[in-house]
C-alpha cells in the first residue's frame, strides 16, 4: 500500500510504478548507478573511492555485500563540487542530485539519484524522506588539526537527528521530560542552519595543506582519519559485473571501522542497515529489471 506521502506525490503516475520489495532487485539498480557514476568520473578525471561497506563488499564478496541496501563513495572536496556542478549543467535530464541546498533535505553530503525512481525513508519523518534510489557520495577535507571539532560536528549530527527521524518518546515521565526540552532546544534553529554548520565546520582545513584526510559526513569521527597518501594510492576493483576505484591499502582502514572484517557477522545481523520503500517507473524496471525475472 502506498503511504500517504507517496500517494501525495505520484497520485498522477502511481499506475506506472512497481514496488521494489527484492533486495537483489534494488541491488542491481544501484549497480547501475554506480556503473554511471564512475563514468561520469572517468570521463571528467575526477577522483573517487569506493567507502566503508562498499569497500568491504569489494574486498569480501567482490561486490555489494548480499544483505547491504546502499553505495558509498568518497571524493575529494574540490572533486565533489566539480562532479556535481558536471551533473547539473550535462545530466539533469538523467539524474538527480540530493544536496544540502536542496529543500528538506537533512545531510551534508550530496546524493547522486536515478531519475523515474522513488524511495521513502522509513525512519525519517515524511517531510524530510522523499528521495530518489540513490547512492552517497560524502566529500573529504583536510583532518582537523583540533578533533574536538568531531564531537562538536556529531553533537550537531544528534539535533538533526531528533529534529527529523521518527522518535520513540520515553515511558519513563522523567525521561520523557527530558526528551520533549532536548526537542525543544534543537528548534531553536531550522535544519538547514544545522546542516550549513556542520559544513562550515569540517571545511576549515584544506586536503592540500593535511597529511590526513578525512570523511566526516559518514559519523565516523577519528575511525575515518586516512593518510592523504593512502587516498591517492588507488587501484581498481571488480564489483558485481563492473570495475570500480578504491584504495589500494584497504586493510588498515576495514580493520579500524570493522575488526575483523574477512569474517561475516552472524546470521541474525545480515540484515539490509537502511529502511526505505522503493517504487520504479515501469520503463525502469523494464530496462533493468524485467529480463531478469
Given amino acids: 500500500m502506498f503511504l500517504r506521502e ?14 521494489i520489495t527484492e533486495i ?4 542491481k539498480l544501484l549497480i547501475v548507478l554506480l556503473k554511471n557514476f564512475h563514468e561520469i568520473c572517468e570521463k571528467n578525471n575526477l577522483v573517487y573511492n569506493i567507502f ?3 569497500m568491504l563488499g569489494a574486498v569480501r564478496n567482490k561486490g555489494i555485500i548480499p544483505w547491504d541496501d546502499d553505495i558509498d563513495v568518497t571524493m575529494p572536496r574540490e572533486d565533489y563540487n566539480k562532479f556535481l556542478s558536471i ?5 539533469s535530464g538523467e539524474y538527480n542530485l540530493h ?5 528538506n533535505y537533512i545531510y551534508p553530503y550530496a546524493k547522486f539519484g536515478m531519475k523515474k ?11 524530510y524522506n522523499k528521495l530518489s534510489l540513490n547512492m552517497d557520495i560524502f566529500p573529504n577535507d583536510g583532518y582537523p588539526d583540533n578533533e574536538e571539532l568531531l564531537t ?3 553533537k550537531i549530527e544528534s539535533k538533526i537527528i531528533l529534529s527529523t527521524y521518527k522518535q520513540k518518546i520515553p515511558k519513563n515521565p522523567l525521561k520523557a521530560c527530558k526528551f520533549f526540552i532536548r526537542y525543544l532546544l534543537t528548534k531553536r534553529y531550522s535544519v538547514k542552519h544545522y546542516v550549513n554548520q556542520q559544513i562550515k565546520m569540517i571545511t576549515q582545513k584544506k586536503i592540500q595543506d593535511s597529511e590526513y584526510i578525512i570523511c566526516q559526513g559518514a559519523g565516523l569521527g577519528v575511525k575515518g582519519k586516512l593518510k592523504k597518501s593512502d587516498y591517492y594510492d588507488r587501484c581498481l576493483y571488480d ?3 563492473i570495475k570500480v576505484w578504491g584504495i589500494r591499502n584497504y586493510d588498515g582502514q576495514l580493520k579500524n571501522l570493522y575488526g575483523d572484517y574477512m569474517t561475516p557477522p552472524p546470521i541474525d545481523k545480515q540484515v539490509p542497515p537502511h529502511g526505505s520503500k522503493l517504487f520504479v517507473d515501469k520503463s525502469i524496471y523494464d530496462k533493468y529489471l524485467k529480463e531478469t525475472k
Fill in 6 to 19: 507517496e500517494n501525495k506525490l505520484n497520485k498522477n503516475n502511481k499506475d506506472n510504478l512497481v514496488e
Fill in 24 to 27: 537483489s532487485d534494488k541491488q
Fill in 152 to 154: 562538536d560536528y556529531n
Fill in 117 to 127: 525512481t522513488y524511495a521513502y525513508e522509513t525512519i525519517v519523518k515524511p517531510r
Fill in 87 to 91: 551533473v547539473k549543467e550535462q545530466y
Fill in 239 to 241: 564489483f558485481n559485473n
Fill in 99 to 103: 544536496e544540502p541546498s536542496n529543500k
Fill in 52 to 54: 566503508c561497506g562498499t
